[in-house]
């Protein structure tokens, strides 16, 4: 029988291993936006920044929030870490449910 028993220690390294691929899933996210005309335009045109909302693009803030304070050695909850694993997540299926949508309009429009 195994009698090992977790730590806050250990807890908090799998948050924070849950948040790496939250934010990885994000960025992989992201960068299939980069290819969104307003996106383009912008970057090589000097156009106006596209709002977010527009083309999908999910904010990391909450993950680089995180691993500031980490680098400063302050304490990091693991609510803090939950916290941030929600809000981004919620964020990119939000964007998601936007494409869907959008998709839908453009298929019956068509």
Known sequence: MN???LTAAD??????ADLERATSDVIA???ARMQHS???????????EPADKIVGIVS????VR???ALQRQEPVSIADVSNAIATMLSGLARA????????????RAA
């Open 66 to 68: 995180i691993q500031r």
């Open 3 to 5: 009698t090992s028993t």
């Open 11 to 16: 807890l908090l390294t799998a948050a924070l």
């Open 96 to 107: 998601l449910r936007r494409e869907r949508a959008a998709g839908q309009v453009q298929r």
């Open 38 to 48: 307003f996106i383009r335009r912008w970057l090589t045109e000097g156009g106006a």
């Open 29 to 31: 996210h992201n960068s």
């Open 60 to 63: 990391t803030a909450p993950a």
